[in-house]
């Protein structure tokens, strides 16, 4: 059974033709406040939404919340994925079923600071895409590029963003 998208492709239209009437319409900033709660745990406040963390028991945690760097692969899944839906919407194919599938590798040396040649990140990350569509290849090829071209997530480990930090002691 193909599912009915739920994409509200007119709000999308109406912000992509407002942002390329004037530009600084499109500007702005996300924000995010994470409060240590205790141990390894710790609690994350987005707009009205509330995520909570923790590390996997084997290096301190209790293994109560999903780990960040489990996060970044589901910010990186569920980015492709409205990507993917949202090609999908304006080409006129429908899904009967997609996930997407990304794993990282990662050694713990660089984490543990053992070996300061290993990244405490990850090593690589890859992506499967499994999806049940009567859509020909070729446009599931179109709606992958499309859809890595045009993520947020994607650019933002593909790609070095600048990143900074200072401290503010109370």
Request: charged residues 20%.
């Amino acid at each position: 059974m193909t599912k009915a998208h739920s994409l509200d492709i007119s709000a999308y239209e109406a912000t992509k033709a407002a942002v390329a009437d004037d530009a600084s319409a499109g500007a702005g900033a996300f924000r995010t406040v994470t409060t240590w709660t205790e141990g390894a745990q710790a609690r994350t406040t987005a707009r009205s939404f509330t995520l909570e963390t923790d590390e996997p028991a084997p290096l301190g945690g209790t293994d109560k919340a999903i780990d960040p760097m489990e996060l970044v692969l589901a910010a990186i899944g569920t980015c492709l994925t409205i990507g993917w839906v949202t090609q999908a919407v304006q080409r006129g194919v429908q899904y009967r079923d997609l996930r997407i599938e990304v794993t990282g590798d990662f050694d713990l040396r660089g984490y543990l600071a053992l070996d300061e040649q290993v990244r405490p990140g990850f090593s690589g990350v890859n992506y499967v895409v499994h999806v049940d569509t009567d859509a020909p290849a070729d446009v599931l090829e179109e709606i992958r590029a499309a859809a890595e071209a045009t993520s947020p997530m994607f650019d933002n480990v593909k790609n070095a963003t600048p990143l900074q930090g200072s401290i503010e002691q109370a």
